[in-house]
DNA sequence: TGTCAAACTGTAAACGTTTACGGAATTGAT
DNA sequence: ATCAATTCCGTAAACGTTTACAGTTTGACA
């Protein structure tokens, strides 16, 4: 038809071609209710399919001092309960025709706030921070800036956007089925203690041992990182001479480690040592049959998300969001 | 500090508290080589950092025409394969300081195409595109804009940059694994024949069967979408009567979904059956041991993949890239 | 000291929008 | 036909940059 695709076509020659305004060529284009008349618009309609123009996102970023799209950052991009977080964001977002950036900050505060830079220079609308670390430049941007953490709170950083399950709580759950589960020896490779959310579960697994007159030693923890490598690593220096019946993992990731050694060990899963976890992330109800888990609700997290950013961004309060979780237990 | 941190600082306040024109901050800040004299650049980067000055990406991408971003579009965004290539494409870009864009079209072509259109006016500055489909708009949009094709390429939409493997090739060796492996009856769940990657696959395994005499008759194979429901559903319609020795799937997700058939039907794998995947999700290697697979480069894959798209931006030539691959047998 | 080139710096335009403002056209009532 | 009240529409400014161009300073050299 045209022959003219060469340039991009810009607002200025949508109203040439109508021969109207650039201003009413916005007013049709943003819907702006009255203030055009039945003429001019059908005009502009014409001109807008004929040209196939499309509004300029950058122009009008720059112009509303805001685009519409929004920033995750995770914390550890190979964490797939993680990465499901991230794909529920990604599904509500684009649903609403808001892009989502992602960053993987690693749990590294320096790279952290380089991306926080970053992200307030695109003129973005708001951050996600799945599993945030504590970091000067989060201290400052959450001032300014909408920001909802998911799923790990930072206690220095308080009256924040927060959304999470009761890890204390959970914990104690799957510690009394885990040890409900028949008496044996139990290690336990929690998550850094630095992270808020694996201190909790830490805690709450120690709370119910103690308060079944469980004695755990210092020999049977190890503090590992939230990686699969770390929950091998920590399984291979706690099992193998001692018997243990059960290992509690401070998350899912390090569960799988875990198994990878006691396959290795000749160990059977759930016959000789039971595994614990924390996460359920989506794949295990296909791969690891053997693990037992805490499901938090990846999915409520999304949605929660997205609603309580469209408040912020209206101007609307901060809000902690505790949503329930569920016991998983397959073995 | 400075106590009118309220309103966020342009490049106008910089040049004020520096007494020197906007034009001076910004070579300052691009480091334009010369034209700026030791002292002019002093009392910029002394306002700059007292001000907290950083230069608003928005302004700059309007008027280079074009926004340090790239933009990702993925298939399905369940698959953990393509997740793990999102989060190398992530890595390899934040390095640079490129932002990345996030989509998940589904295999819908009516959702890539707005997306497409949502990517171009958004002056993003190329388009990867992980597992595309056929579509009016992606024919348009590869004639005019940076498009990469990664892993599947799309016969009708020649001459475009492309990174994948020899999935013929590789379907054929992995095949020859599988009959060498032991006589006995094969079923093939083979991806959507609408996919030009799981014809070749599928291809290679016919091929390699029927060179060796095999016979696959109709009834062993299913056409599964790319799931692990899929897989799940197409396991129990073939397994459970007959008897197969093997099944080779379209790719690791269907294979997943077949191993929790098999465990439902309290078939020991490999004991009972042996199960061929196809991609070599880095999770395998923890959590499926049973599962023999080839393993495509996906770290490779985003390396060439950004690579590629530097040159493109650049006015470089398409370019077709066959990166090689691994058996993983272990099983 | 005067001249010239080189180095530096500022002005202003441009990128593509949205929107306040005021002028022009239409409408409706008389 | 006149006037007031609406409704519509175009002009221009603003958002934050980069950069061509022209103007100014500097420094070397005669």
Same mark, same amino acid.
């Given at each position: 038809m045209d022959n003219n695709s060469k340039k991009t076509v810009s607002i200025k020659d949508v109203a040439k071609r109508a021969g109207v305004s650039i201003a009413s060529v916005s007013r049709v284009v943003n819907d702006n209710p009255k203030h055009v008349s039945k003429k001019t618009r059908a005009l502009v309609q014409q001109a807008i399919s004929e040209l196939n123009y499309s509004p300029n996102r950058i122009g009008r970023a720059l112009r509303a001092q805001t685009s519409d799209s929004l920033a995750l950052i995770i914390s550890n991009i190979q964490n797939s309960f993680y990465a499901a977080v991230a794909w529920e964001l990604e599904s509500k977002l684009n649903e609403t025709g808001t892009a989502m950036l992602l960053f993987n900050s690693n749990e590294d505060p320096q790279l952290q706030d380089r991306f926080l830079e970053e992200i307030k220079s695109r003129r973005v609308g708001g951050i996600f921070m799945l599993c945030a670390v504590e970091s000067e430049g989060l201290r400052e941007t959450v001032k300014s800036f909408p920001t909802i953490f998911l799923n790990r709170p930072i206690p220095s950083i308080p009256d924040v956007s927060y959304i999470g399950i009761d890890d204390y709580a959970a914990a104690r759950e799957l510690a009394t089925s885990m040890l409900a589960n028949g008496q044996g020896r139990l290690a336990i490779l929690h998550g850094p203690r630095s992270s808020e959310t694996s201190s909790r579960r830490l805690k709450g697994v120690l709370d119910t041992c103690n308060d079944r007159g469980y004695q755990i030693s210092e020999d049977d923890l190890f503090e590992a990182e939230l990686s699969m490598e770390s929950g091998y690593q920590g399984a291979s220096e706690l099992l193998g001479e001692r018997n243990y019946k059960a290992v509690f993992c401070g998350n899912d990731q390090i569960a799988y480690g875990v198994f990878r050694r006691c396959r290795e060990l000749g160990l059977a899963v759930p016959g000789d040592i039971r595994i614990y976890g924390f &996460? &359920?992330?989506?794949?295990n109800e296909w791969l690891a049959p053997w693990l037992n888990t805490v499901r938090v609700p990846h999915v409520a997290y999304a949605e929660n998300a997205v609603q309580q950013m469209k408040k912020l961004t209206r101007g609307g309060d901060t809000r902690q969001l505790i949503l329930p979780y569920d016991l998983v237990i397959r073995a």
């Open positions: &996460d &359920d992330n989506p794949l």
